[in-house]
């Protein structure tokens, strides 16, 4: 999901608010906390509780945090309370209201797990803390920005230091063999396979993150010039450009689970039917995901991995602190402590979480190398070179348009 919190469009009122409402802000950020002298930042942070609002709906995922607080907790005296979030929007929201209320300090939100759109509208109405801390967080260094472009842009906007990564994404497949030996892996192959079997696939409802990310996948596999996902959502040529998608969903629905009139709310609920033997293929947007399930015993042992050819949606994603947090000293401390060998390891072993790093591993001291070499990703898992090509993530205004699109076209049935 998506691992990366769940999204969606918010209000484009509430940013109007918040300009209308914009204030001096100089002496609220004239006391954030320099990363550069961390010794200061860890002096300022003792005692301090942070607000860390993150997606909730992974018991492993919220396992993982609560693991990472304990660990602050004694080495730095610093605690962190997982505000656990459906949707990354209502806090963007929140983060808004704030700022149109005037509220430049002591704000309810200290780190918020985030990407996409919604970091893209909290950069633009300038309700991050101020750029660069990230890049300057003691573990900066070994993180591989080289052969993981995307922990430097988020969806196509610059990153700027305002958000730190601490996993990686990428849009895999997965089907029990014991019920399906061979997979479809294109999207043709997909609507042919369901013309015959059908009822066996279905995606999570947009504006859920995977489901949505299925339908970024379906529309830059099909749209007739990739090049415009890089750009903002042209409203004249929309509807023309995503024709296909549509043209292709409106031939998959009645093959799909439940005739695509009903849709599973989030990817634990697809996983679900996937176990239950209700679809035969399902997906996740973590490469470990499926192995992880399987360790859970989420899922049987029998379930395998793929990928589609020529490639599927991949990103990063991030950690960010609002303008006005109440704990940025503790926030600092978390966000580094959150891409610390120590605790990437541990995210990256499937009976933890399974999240792929951020890290250079070749940058390690080689007893921090050996917690990666020491993993096994499980009998689910593709090796890195079997992953196949990342598409890069559309620009984030696709995303918020493909699911006024869908939700006009589809969720009215």
Do not use: C
């Not at 997965?174 to 294109?186: G, N, R, V």
């Not at 799909?256 to 009903?262: D, H, P, V």
Request: aromatic residues 8%.
């Amino acid at each position: 999901m998506h691992h990366r919190p769940p999204n969606r469009p918010f209000l484009r009122t509430l940013f109007a608010a918040a300009t209308l409402a914009l204030v001096a802000t100089a002496p609220a950020r004239a006391q954030t906390p320099d990363p550069a002298n961390w010794n200061a930042v860890l002096e300022a942070a003792r005692g301090q509780t942070v607000y860390f609002h993150a997606w909730g709906g992974e018991p492993r995922i919220n396992a993982f945090i609560g693991w990472a607080g304990d660990t602050l907790k004694e080495r730095h005296g610093v605690s962190v309370e997982q505000v656990k979030v459906s949707d990354t929007a209502n806090v963007v929201s929140r983060i808004v209201a704030e700022k149109a209320a005037g509220k430049e300090t002591g704000g309810a939100v200290d780190l918020v797990w985030i990407n996409g759109e919604n970091f893209a509208s909290l950069k633009q109405a300038g309700l991050l803390m101020s750029p660069g801390w990230a890049t300057k967080l003691p573990n900066w260094p070994l993180v591989d920005v080289e052969n993981k472009p995307a922990v430097l842009t988020d969806f196509t906007e610059p990153t700027e230091g305002l958000e730190s990564p601490w996993g990686m994404a990428k849009l895999v497949f997965m089907h029990d063999t014991a019920m399906l030996a061979d997979p479809p892996t294109t999207l043709d192959a997909l609507s042919a396979y369901l013309a015959e079997n059908p009822g066996r696939f279905t995606y999570p409802q947009p504006p859920n993150f995977h489901g949505s990310t299925f339908l970024k996948q379906v529309l830059a596999t099909t749209i007739a010039d990739p090049d415009k996902l890089t750009r903002p959502v042209d409203p004249a040529t929309f509807e023309a450009d995503v024709a296909p998608l549509f043209a292709y969903l409106d031939a998959l629905h009645p093959n799909m689970w439940r005739q695509g009139r009903a849709f599973p709310q989030n990817q634990p609920a697809m996983r679900q039917l996937l176990a239950d033997g209700e679809v035969d293929i399902a997906f996740t947007f973590n490469p470990s995901g499926a192995s992880a399930a399987i360790a859970s015993g989420e899922l049987p042992d029998t379930v395998r991995t793929f990928v589609l050819d020529g490639g599927t949606i991949g990103n990063a994603h991030f950690v960010a602190i609002p303008f006005n947090a109440s704990a940025k000293a503790g926030a600092l401390v978390l966000a580094n402590f959150l891409i610390s060998p120590e605790a990437q390891a541990r995210k990256q072993d499937p009976d933890i979480w399974g999240d792929p790093t951020v890290l250079a591993l070749d940058r390690l001291e080689s007893d921090d190398r050996a917690r990666f070499e020491a993993l096994d990703l499980g009998i689910a898992t593709l090796q890195p070179e079997d992953l196949g090509p990342v598409i890069d993530e559309p620009h984030a205004s696709w995303m918020m348009e493909l699911e006024r699109a869908w939700t006009k076209r589809y969720a009215a049935q």
